[in-house]
């Protein structure tokens, strides 16, 4: 498998199937582990990162879950594949920023599995952040990879741990199980009644963060939402799952509640909508991605109610992805500029839809 | 900035004592670079914390390094990360008080590694065995004091297990 072969495909998550899909676009569950007596990425030299590379690969190759995975160092790759990793949610803005730190980032890499549902990004803030992406509402399933990857790496690659703290990591933020679970929730109808911000003060309240599509410092685009927990020290890994389980499940019934309640008010009103954003992505010849994401979401909301049934979400949610820059050039293979992209991306809406 | 937009992020900038105001819309403060806007501003709130947590302490911890990996207490207050796992030992009175502040507990309760798994000498593993079962459960113990809010039995419990800790002075998972 090489980065190219990505591209025809889409990951896992993005299949469209799973429990509550119709809400829940996807389930992720994060580890992050760090090797004992190797100071951090951010603090050690180029020798202690790269043996951090050597030991995770030496783990990777005895692992059978790991098996035919790719591993990518980060500097090895061009911005445009950098960007594309970042747009399939397999490593993170801050693993991709090449430049900014360049003295850190010499052996960052990241390390793809099959139909990318596991992936590890190496030296990131931590050693390993282990990640499982999984489609729909599906925790459970993606705790049970997981876990049963770390415990075959755990023994390769012995982590800094302490009985009193757990897991040793570089933020003190994240110590204790290592654990971050989100799930990435489409709202729309509860952003079009008005509901959105009340719904999201009592997430937080109850000891949950809401982000937006890219993670950290990134903002809600397309009414996605995704909602993970805050706190890694003095709950378990279940207790954090369930509590995060429990919360979305409220969170969907608002969504449901709010999308029948528009559907018995308004449903002219709600149908001209989706109707009218699928009508744009179908004749579009210019379109730029935040125009493309926000009616996306229209048309997505309209598969999900059976208010569009000639459509796949499949589809819908593999658009999602293929309109991004890096995606869009990488489908094209050349760079392509803004103005080009537009038209690119208006070009493969149009065929597709 | 691009006179296009309206701005919504507005920033102040001071340099050499001169402050300059930014008025930014969304895509030009996202160009402009937020991740150091938000790497800073977590180190800062870490610091704050870091600060407030230590006040009480005696003498500036500032100067305390790690035998590891040599970073300083006063590293770690400004940039917001320790430097290696033992730092975590190093900086431990000054740690619990924050950790206590972001996680509302300084008791971790999930997994752990498992022990002698790893190819540890036999005997060693006999020796640690039976201090780290008694270890975990006066650790069980003292979560449920803290939660009931008994106080007195939750230090007598810690004295307990710090004790059991300090004896073979051993870290607990095997290389």
């Known amino acids: 498998m090489t980065l190219d072969d990505l591209i025809r495909e889409t990951g896992e998550w993005l299949r469209g199937k799973g429990p ?9 569950i994060r580890l992050a582990r760090n090797l004992q007596e190797v100071p951090f990425p951010h603090w050690g030299s180029p020798r202690d990162r790269a043996e951090v590379l050597a030991r995770v690969e030496e783990g990777v190759k005895g692992s059978k879950f790991l098996k035919g995975s790719l591993i990518l160092k980060i500097s090895e790759l061009s911005e445009l594949d950098r960007q594309f990793l970042v747009e399939r949610h397999l490593i993170s803005r801050e693993h991709a920023s090449h430049a900014a730190k360049a003295a850190a ?10 139909r990318e549902i596991i992936s590890i990004m ?7 952040r282990l990640q ?5 509402f599906n925790l459970q399933e993606a705790w049970s990879v997981l876990s049963q990857i770390d415990a075959e790496l755990e023994p390769v690659l012995s982590y800094a741990f302490l009985p009193e703290w757990g897991y040793l990591t570089a933020c003190p933020t994240n110590v204790g199980t290592g654990m971050r679970a989100s799930c990435m929730l489409h709202l729309p109808c509860l952003v079009m009644t008005k509901q959105i911000n009340r719904v999201l ?10 982000r937006g599509l890219y993670g950290e410092g990134t903002e809600a685009t397309g009414n996605f939402f995704q909602l993970s927990n805050q706190v890694s020290l003095g709950v378990s890994e279940e207790e954090i799952l369930d509590n995060l389980e429990r919360l ?3 969170v969907i019934e608002q969504e449901e509640a709010a999308r029948k309640a528009l559907l018995n008010q308004s449903r002219e009103g709600l149908e001209d909508r989706i109707w009218r954003a699928h009508g744009t992505l179908k004749s579009a010849h210019l379109i730029t991605s935040n125009e493309t994401v926000e009616l996306l979401s229209l048309v997505r909301l309209g598969v999900d109610m059976g208010l569009l049934s000639t459509l796949e979400r499949a589809l819908v949610n593999r658009l999602f992805i293929q309109t991004q820059p890096a995606h869009l050039q990488k489908l094209e293979g050349r760079p392509l500029s803004p103005s080009e992209r537009d038209a690119r991306r208006a070009k493969l809406l149009r065929e597709s839809l | 900035m691009c006179g296009k937009k309206e701005a919504t992020v507005h920033l102040t900038e001071i340099v050499n004592e001169e402050s300059r105001e930014l ?19 977590l180190a800062g709130l870490l610091a704050g914390l870091a600060d407030f947590g230590t006040k009480l302490e005696e003498g500036a911890p500032g100067r305390l390094a790690c035998p590891r990996c040599k970073m300083t207490y006063e590293d770690f207050r400004k940039g917001g990360r320790l430097g290696c796992g033992r730092c975590y030992e190093t900086f431990h009175r000054y740690l619990a008080p924050l950790l206590k502040r972001i996680h509302g507990s300084t008791q971790h309760v999930g997994k752990r590694p498992e022990f002698g798994k790893a190819s540890a000498p036999a005997e060693e593993a006999k020796g640690a065995e039976a201090p780290v079962e008694e270890l975990s459960r006066l650790k069980e113990q003292l979560a449920k004091a803290v939660a009931s ?13 710090r004790a059991l800790e300090a004896k073979p002075r051993k870290r607990t998972t095997k290389g």
């Open chain 1, 20 to 28: 509550k899909e119709e809400i829940v676009m996807s389930s992720r």
């Open chain 2, 23 to 41: 008025h930014l819309c969304e895509s030009c403060a996202r160009e402009k670079g937020p991740p150091e806007i938000q790497d800073f501003a």
């Open chain 1, 132 to 136: 499982v992406l999984q489609s729909g």
């Open chain 1, 201 to 210: 003060h009592a997430i937080t309240k109850l000891g949950l963060t809401a």
């Open chain 1, 248 to 250: 979305i499940k409220q």
């Open chain 1, 105 to 114: 980032s010499d052996e960052k890499a990241v390390v793809v599995s099959d």
């Open chain 2, 149 to 161: 809010e008994q106080f007195e039995e939750a230090t007598r419990l810690r004295d307990q297990i």
């Open chain 1, 122 to 128: 190496v030296n990131e803030e931590d050693h390993l």
